[in-house]
C-alpha cells in the first residue's frame, strides 16, 4: 500500500522547496533525478490539497502545470524539449539546494553569536520640538535630506523682461563699428572689444564679428592679443576681379 503524503503547503517556501523535499524522501540523487516519479508525487499532492479544499498558493500550481507539460513532452520519443526542460528543473533543484544549504549555515553561525544591547538612554530636557519656522524651509531641508536637488520654481515674467527688450544687435554692425576703430587707430587690442559693461548679446555680436573678419582675412590677432588690420586686402580683392 502507496504511502500517503501528510504535509501542508505552508510547511515549503515555495515549490522548489516541496519538490527538494520529494527529492530527498524518496532517497535520489539530486543529479540524476527520476524526473516521472517525481512529477507524479508533486501533482498528486497538490491534487489532493485541492480536492480537500486548502488554499494554494498560485506559484504552486503554476509548476503543477509547468511539470505536466514537461510529463506530456517525455511521453513522446527523442523529444528534445523535453531533454531541455528536464536540465532546467535540475539545474534549478541544484542550484536551490547549494543557496538553502549555505542559508542555513549562515544560519548556524547566527545562533551562536552573542549579541549584546544597552538599554536606551534617557531623553535630556523636553522630547517635543517647540521651535517653529518656515515651511518652505522645512521642505527644502526634507529634499535635501532625501539627496534631491532643489527644486526650481517657475521663473517669473520679470525673469524675461531682459531678454525681451533687449536691442538686437547684427553681426554686421558689429564689423563696421570694428573696422572704423581699427582704422582710426582708437582699437588696438582684443581685450578693448569686450566690455562688462555692454549687454551680453552686443559682446557675442562682436565675437561673431571678429570671427567673420579673421576668416575672411581682414584682421589678424598675434599671441598677445594685438589686432592688426590688413589694408591691401580691398587691393588685392580688386585684381582678381
Known sequence: MPEVLTFKIEDFEGPLDLLLYLVGKNKMN??????????????????????NRMEVSSEFIDMAAHLVQMKSALLLPRSPEAERMKAELTGRLIEYSACKEVAAQLGSRARDLYTVAREPMPLIGAAEYTRRHDPNWLVQ???????RSTRKKKPTQEKFEPLVTAPFVSVASRVSHMLRGLLKGSLQKMGELFSHEESRSTNVATFLALLELIRAGRVKVDDSGALQLDRTHRR????TQ
Request: cysteine-free; overall charge negative.
Open 236 to 239: 588685392r580683392k580688386d585684381k
Open 141 to 147: 531641508a526634507w529634499f535635501n535630506l532625501m539627496g
Open 30 to 51: 539530486l543529479y540524476d533525478i527520476n524526473i516521472m516519479e517525481l512529477i507524479e508525487q508533486y501533482t498528486a499532492a497538490i491534487r489532493e490539497m485541492q480536492q
